[in-house]
Nanobody, 117 residues
Framework: QVQLVESGGGLVQAGGSLRLSCTAS????????LGWHRQVPAKERELVAV???????RYTDDVKGRFAISQNRARNTVYLQMNNLKPEDTGDYYC???????????WGQGIQVTVSS
């Protein structure tokens, strides 16, 4: 099994920055990508950013140019640097480990990000 532990959320004013971290442990040989998803009440969890073990990244359109995902493979950790935060970035952020073909391997427990206007 794979375990994911997130940290770094909190409350920030619009225009501010936060950095989320997700550290993976366990049987990591099946993991081909780590990503961040956001969920707000009454809506489905949606992809924010993902990074593959190859280094390839992908972002949802509304965070491009503001968020950056990176990884430290030696520490099995992925980071999401969030700059110029907007109130609409508010939500619960979940780290997701994916396997071949995008298969779900594990979710983190989620971490709250609140951006005040």
């Amino acid at each position: 099994q794979v375990q994911l532990v997130e940290s770094g959320g909190g409350l920030v004013q619009a225009g501010g920055s936060l950095r989320l971290s997700c550290t993976a442990s366990g049987k990591l040989g099946v993991v081909t990508a780590l990503g961040w998803h956001r969920q707000v009440p009454a809506k489905e969890r949606e992809l924010v950013a993902v990074i593959h073990t190859s280094g390839t990244t992908r972002y949802t359109d509304d965070v491009k140019g503001r968020f950056a995902i990176s990884q430290n493979r030696a520490r099995n950790t992925v980071y999401l640097q969030m700059n110029n935060l907007k109130p609409e970035d508010t939500g619960d952020y979940y780290c997701r480990a994916g396997g071949p073909g995008g298969a779900l391997v594990a979710w983190g427990q989620g971490i709250q990000v609140t951006v005040s206007s």
